[in-house]
T-cell receptor, first 111, second 113 residues
Framework: GENVEQHPSTLSVQEGDSAVIKCTYS??????FPWYKQELGKRPQLIID?????GEKKDQRIAVTLNKTAKHFSLHITETQPEDSAVYFC??????????FGTGTRLKVLA | NAGVTQTPKFQVLKTGQSMTLQCAQD?????MYWYRQDPGMGLRLIYY???????DKGEVPNGYNVSRLNKREFSLRLESAAPSQTSVYFC????????????FGPGTRLTVL
Protein backbone atom coordinates (compact mmCIF):
# COMPACT_ATOMS: atom_id res chain seq x y z
CA GLY A 1 0.00 0.00 0.00
CA GLU A 2 0.93 3.65 0.05
CA ASN A 3 3.78 4.45 2.38
CA VAL A 4 5.90 7.40 3.47
CA GLU A 5 9.25 6.76 5.13
CA GLN A 6 10.82 9.53 7.18
CA HIS A 7 14.42 9.78 8.43
CA PRO A 8 15.98 10.32 10.86
CA SER A 9 13.64 9.57 13.73
CA THR A 10 15.66 11.83 16.03
CA LEU A 11 18.03 14.67 15.20
CA SER A 12 20.14 16.83 17.50
CA VAL A 13 21.87 19.95 16.17
CA GLN A 14 23.72 22.86 17.72
CA GLU A 15 21.92 26.19 17.71
CA GLY A 16 22.75 28.02 14.48
CA ASP A 17 23.45 24.84 12.50
CA SER A 18 21.21 23.47 9.75
CA ALA A 19 18.84 20.51 10.03
CA VAL A 20 17.65 18.28 7.19
CA ILE A 21 14.81 15.76 7.35
CA LYS A 22 14.10 13.41 4.46
CA CYS A 23 10.98 11.59 3.33
CA THR A 24 10.42 9.01 0.61
CA TYR A 25 6.99 8.18 -0.77
CA SER A 26 5.76 5.15 -2.68
CA UNK A 27 2.75 6.43 -4.64
CA UNK A 28 4.05 8.02 -7.84
CA UNK A 29 0.68 9.78 -8.26
CA UNK A 30 1.23 11.82 -5.08
CA UNK A 31 1.14 15.52 -5.91
CA UNK A 32 0.99 17.44 -2.63
CA PHE A 33 3.58 17.31 0.16
CA PRO A 34 2.99 19.24 3.41
CA TRP A 35 5.25 19.47 6.45
CA TYR A 36 3.83 19.84 9.95
CA LYS A 37 5.48 20.88 13.21
CA GLN A 38 4.14 19.54 16.48
CA GLU A 39 5.30 20.93 19.79
CA LEU A 40 4.91 18.82 22.91
CA GLY A 41 1.24 18.41 23.83
CA LYS A 42 0.07 20.60 20.96
CA ARG A 43 -1.64 20.08 17.62
CA PRO A 44 0.30 19.61 14.35
CA GLN A 45 0.64 22.90 12.47
CA LEU A 46 1.53 23.35 8.83
CA ILE A 47 4.89 25.05 8.31
CA ILE A 48 5.43 24.66 4.58
CA ASP A 49 4.09 22.65 1.65
CA UNK A 50 5.01 21.95 -1.96
CA UNK A 51 3.14 20.73 -4.99
CA UNK A 52 4.49 18.33 -7.58
CA UNK A 53 4.89 20.97 -10.27
CA UNK A 54 7.51 22.79 -8.16
CA GLY A 55 11.03 21.63 -7.27
CA GLU A 56 11.76 23.91 -4.33
CA LYS A 57 9.98 26.33 -2.03
CA LYS A 58 11.40 28.65 0.62
CA ASP A 59 9.91 30.56 3.52
CA GLN A 60 12.51 32.47 5.53
CA ARG A 61 14.66 29.84 7.33
CA ILE A 62 12.62 26.88 6.04
CA ALA A 63 12.82 25.27 2.62
CA VAL A 64 11.43 22.14 1.03
CA THR A 65 12.84 20.36 -2.01
CA LEU A 66 11.12 17.73 -4.12
CA ASN A 67 12.65 15.12 -6.42
CA LYS A 68 9.77 13.46 -8.27
CA THR A 69 11.98 11.02 -10.13
CA ALA A 70 13.45 9.62 -6.93
CA LYS A 71 10.14 10.11 -5.06
CA HIS A 72 11.66 11.94 -2.16
CA PHE A 73 11.34 15.34 -0.56
CA SER A 74 13.25 17.07 2.20
CA LEU A 75 12.81 19.78 4.81
CA HIS A 76 15.72 22.12 5.40
CA ILE A 77 15.90 24.42 8.42
CA THR A 78 18.78 26.89 8.50
CA GLU A 79 20.15 28.87 11.47
CA THR A 80 18.26 26.67 13.91
CA GLN A 81 16.96 28.16 17.14
CA PRO A 82 15.80 26.50 20.38
CA GLU A 83 12.17 27.20 19.43
CA ASP A 84 12.63 24.94 16.40
CA SER A 85 12.76 21.98 18.80
CA ALA A 86 9.67 19.87 18.06
CA VAL A 87 8.49 16.80 16.16
CA TYR A 88 8.25 17.30 12.40
CA PHE A 89 5.98 15.22 10.17
CA CYS A 90 6.02 14.95 6.42
CA UNK A 91 3.01 13.75 4.42
CA UNK A 92 2.18 12.84 0.85
CA UNK A 93 -1.20 13.10 -0.80
CA UNK A 94 -2.77 12.20 -4.12
CA UNK A 95 -5.38 14.87 -4.52
CA UNK A 96 -5.95 16.28 -1.05
CA UNK A 97 -8.34 14.09 0.85
CA UNK A 98 -6.02 11.43 2.16
CA UNK A 99 -2.65 12.29 3.60
CA UNK A 100 -0.17 9.51 4.34
CA PHE A 101 2.08 10.74 7.14
CA GLY A 102 5.65 9.80 7.92
CA THR A 103 6.44 8.58 11.43
CA GLY A 104 7.97 11.86 12.54
CA THR A 105 11.40 13.32 13.40
CA ARG A 106 12.14 14.64 16.86
CA LEU A 107 14.41 17.66 16.39
CA LYS A 108 16.38 18.92 19.37
CA VAL A 109 18.25 22.19 19.03
CA LEU A 110 21.00 22.43 21.64
CA ALA A 111 21.79 25.89 22.98
CA ASN B 1 -12.53 32.27 14.60
CA ALA B 2 -11.95 29.29 16.88
CA GLY B 3 -10.76 27.12 13.96
CA VAL B 4 -11.16 23.41 14.77
CA THR B 5 -12.42 22.54 18.25
CA GLN B 6 -12.69 19.14 19.91
CA THR B 7 -14.37 17.84 23.04
CA PRO B 8 -13.49 16.39 25.44
CA LYS B 9 -9.78 17.14 25.97
CA PHE B 10 -9.23 14.05 28.11
CA GLN B 11 -11.26 10.88 28.69
CA VAL B 12 -10.74 7.64 30.58
CA LEU B 13 -12.94 4.68 29.66
CA LYS B 14 -13.23 1.11 30.83
CA THR B 15 -13.05 -1.70 28.27
CA GLY B 16 -16.42 -2.14 26.61
CA GLN B 17 -17.72 1.37 27.29
CA SER B 18 -18.82 3.60 24.45
CA MET B 19 -18.24 7.26 23.78
CA THR B 20 -18.42 9.91 21.09
CA LEU B 21 -15.69 12.42 20.34
CA GLN B 22 -16.99 15.70 18.99
CA CYS B 23 -15.34 17.97 16.41
CA ALA B 24 -16.51 21.27 14.96
CA GLN B 25 -14.96 23.82 12.58
CA ASP B 26 -15.96 27.38 11.82
CA UNK B 27 -13.89 27.88 8.65
CA UNK B 28 -16.65 26.77 6.26
CA UNK B 29 -14.47 23.86 5.19
CA UNK B 30 -15.92 21.06 3.08
CA UNK B 31 -13.71 18.19 4.23
CA MET B 32 -13.13 16.80 7.71
CA TYR B 33 -10.91 14.04 9.07
CA TRP B 34 -10.26 11.91 12.14
CA TYR B 35 -6.74 10.71 12.96
CA ARG B 36 -5.18 8.80 15.78
CA GLN B 37 -1.62 9.44 16.95
CA ASP B 38 0.39 6.74 18.66
CA PRO B 39 4.05 6.96 19.74
CA GLY B 40 6.41 6.16 16.88
CA MET B 41 3.59 5.73 14.37
CA GLY B 42 2.80 9.22 13.23
CA LEU B 43 -0.76 10.18 12.38
CA ARG B 44 -3.04 7.55 10.90
CA LEU B 45 -6.32 8.36 9.20
CA ILE B 46 -9.37 6.67 10.72
CA TYR B 47 -12.21 8.15 8.65
CA TYR B 48 -12.76 11.20 6.52
CA UNK B 49 -15.64 13.13 5.04
CA UNK B 50 -14.83 14.74 1.72
CA UNK B 51 -18.03 16.77 1.81
CA UNK B 52 -21.23 17.03 3.80
CA UNK B 53 -23.21 13.83 3.41
CA UNK B 54 -20.25 11.55 2.59
CA UNK B 55 -17.88 9.52 4.74
CA ASP B 56 -15.11 7.09 3.83
CA LYS B 57 -12.74 4.75 5.60
CA GLY B 58 -9.10 5.62 6.11
CA GLU B 59 -6.19 3.38 7.09
CA VAL B 60 -7.46 2.20 10.49
CA PRO B 61 -11.32 2.29 10.59
CA ASN B 62 -11.97 -0.90 12.58
CA GLY B 63 -13.72 -0.27 15.90
CA TYR B 64 -14.91 3.23 14.94
CA ASN B 65 -17.91 4.88 13.35
CA VAL B 66 -18.38 8.46 12.22
CA SER B 67 -21.20 10.87 11.54
CA ARG B 68 -21.00 14.05 9.48
CA LEU B 69 -23.80 15.83 11.31
CA ASN B 70 -23.69 18.96 9.13
CA LYS B 71 -21.02 20.99 7.37
CA ARG B 72 -19.49 22.12 10.68
CA GLU B 73 -19.53 18.96 12.76
CA PHE B 74 -17.95 15.52 12.43
CA SER B 75 -18.14 13.03 15.29
CA LEU B 76 -16.21 9.83 16.01
CA ARG B 77 -17.84 7.03 17.98
CA LEU B 78 -16.26 4.11 19.80
CA GLU B 79 -19.02 1.56 20.34
CA SER B 80 -17.09 -0.84 22.58
CA ALA B 81 -13.75 0.62 23.62
CA ALA B 82 -10.65 -1.58 23.76
CA PRO B 83 -7.22 -0.88 25.32
CA SER B 84 -5.76 -0.81 21.77
CA GLN B 85 -7.78 2.36 21.19
CA THR B 86 -5.80 4.25 23.82
CA SER B 87 -4.39 7.11 21.78
CA VAL B 88 -4.52 10.81 21.05
CA TYR B 89 -7.28 11.62 18.56
CA PHE B 90 -7.08 14.62 16.26
CA CYS B 91 -9.79 16.06 14.10
CA UNK B 92 -8.80 18.15 11.07
CA UNK B 93 -10.55 20.08 8.33
CA UNK B 94 -9.68 21.45 4.91
CA UNK B 95 -11.37 23.32 2.11
CA UNK B 96 -11.22 20.13 0.08
CA UNK B 97 -10.75 19.85 -3.65
CA UNK B 98 -7.17 20.72 -4.61
CA UNK B 99 -6.45 23.29 -1.92
CA UNK B 100 -5.00 20.75 0.43
CA UNK B 101 -4.06 22.25 3.72
CA UNK B 102 -5.50 20.44 6.69
CA UNK B 103 -5.94 22.33 9.97
CA PHE B 104 -5.92 20.32 13.15
CA GLY B 105 -7.89 20.55 16.37
CA PRO B 106 -6.22 20.45 19.81
CA GLY B 107 -6.71 16.70 20.25
CA THR B 108 -8.43 14.35 22.70
CA ARG B 109 -6.28 12.12 24.88
CA LEU B 110 -8.19 8.86 25.40
CA THR B 111 -7.17 6.11 27.80
CA VAL B 112 -9.00 2.77 27.81
CA LEU B 113 -8.39 0.64 30.89
Amino acid sequence: GENVEQHPSTLSVQEGDSAVIKCTYSDSASNYFPWYKQELGKRPQLIIDIRSNVGEKKDQRIAVTLNKTAKHFSLHITETQPEDSAVYFCAASRGTYKYIFGTGTRLKVLA
Amino acid sequence: NAGVTQTPKFQVLKTGQSMTLQCAQDMNHNSMYWYRQDPGMGLRLIYYSASEGTTDKGEVPNGYNVSRLNKREFSLRLESAAPSQTSVYFCASSEGGHTGTQYFGPGTRLTVL
